[in-house]
């Protein structure tokens, strides 16, 4: 079974229509967690991340957002991480990886073994292979 740590960007791509290709290149890894054919792991960080962008940058409203929550919590496939090595973090935080989210999802990455990081960010991606961490290629 494949197993994935999402990005935020991912995530607001999947919701959203801000970019039309990003969302069909991530949508099918949705399904595939949907039918119980992959997992996606999510940290407690990247939804409150997520919630401040959909709340604050897309003016979505509050009780929208709380359904969506929901929705994507008790989804099958998809484990919230509430756990993270802070030593992993603040090893790569603030140098090589200059933001903290990024290098708290790097950590879980790290620690998810056998799984791939889901990002659109090609800078970040850059980052995570020169650390040995496995990233999804939406490349076919």
Known sequence: MRRYVIDTNALISFVTDRNMEQQQKIAPLFEAAAHVKAVIFCHQYILTEFIYALDRIYH???????????????M???EVVQEVDFNIILSWWPDPIPDFGDALIAAVGK???ESMVVTFDQKFAVKLKALGINIHSFEK
């Open 60 to 74: 979505v409203p509050k009780d929208e957002i709380g359904r969506m929550i929901k929705d994507f919590i008790e």
């Open 111 to 113: 620690t998810r073994r």
């Open 76 to 78: 099958p496939g998809i």
